[in-house]
């Protein structure tokens, strides 16, 4: 085979591989039922990013987090309302806890599911999570439930 021949080969070869880009490019449009030259990259701001709902471990108890402190009388079954989706993070902050050194910390119990451990630091998360289904969730703290240390999620569409 000649230079010239050589050149012709190659060339074939790049015109079907055009060919097929191209096709399978109209394939894929075809099957989006939207025109090739009416689809279009969206240039509006993207959706509104939900806030981290946050809740505190304090005085054996779970509630806001921007409440100064847990009351032992209030939030025994502190419930929080979040959308689908939405971050919840609890957050330990109990020097209460702090204030026994048998006192083992906090942790984040779901039926089902449990948290990754005790935590006893302050500032530290104790539970990271992200419902994605609708529904009432109850969880407690394994050490502290029968002193109150339990709460309730409320997870709605919007």
Same mark, same amino acid.
């Given at each position: 085979?000649? /230079?010239? +021949?050589v050149l012709h080969?190659?060339l074939d070869m790049?015109?079907?591989?055009q060919? @097929?880009?191209?096709?399978c490019? @109209?394939?894929f ?7 090739? @030259?009416?689809q279009?990259?969206?240039?509006s701001a993207? +959706? ?5 709902? =946050?809740?505190q471990? &304090?005085?054996?108890? #779970?509630? =806001? ?11 025994t079954?502190h /419930?929080t309302?979040v ?6 993070k #609890?957050i330990?902050r109990d020097?209460?806890c &702090?204030?026994y050194?048998i ?12 948290s990754?451990? &005790?935590?006893r ?9 992200v419902f994605? =289904?609708t529904?009432?969730?109850?969880? #407690? ?5 029968s ?5 309730r ?5 919007s």
């Amino acid at each position: 085979m000649n /230079r010239s +021949a050589v050149l012709h080969v190659v060339l074939d070869m790049r015109r079907s591989r055009q060919v @097929l880009v191209a096709a399978c490019g @109209l394939a894929f449009a075809a099957a989006t039922n939207v025109p090739v @030259l009416a689809q279009t990259h969206s240039t509006s701001a993207p +959706a509104r990013a939900l806030a981290v709902k =946050k809740i505190q471990a &304090d005085n054996f108890r #779970w509630c =806001k987090a921007s409440k100064a402190s847990c009351s032992s009388t209030e939030d025994t079954n502190h /419930r929080t309302h979040v959308v689908v989706g939405q971050k919840i993070k #609890w957050i330990y902050r109990d020097t209460a806890c &702090d204030a026994y050194s048998i006192c083992p910390g906090h942790n984040v119990t779901f039926s089902g599911r449990h948290s990754a451990g &005790d935590t006893r630091m302050q500032g530290a998360v104790i539970y990271t999570t992200v419902f994605h =289904k609708t529904g009432t969730y109850n969880y #407690w703290c394994t050490h502290h439930k029968s002193e109150g240390m339990t709460g309730r999620i409320v997870v709605t569409k919007s």
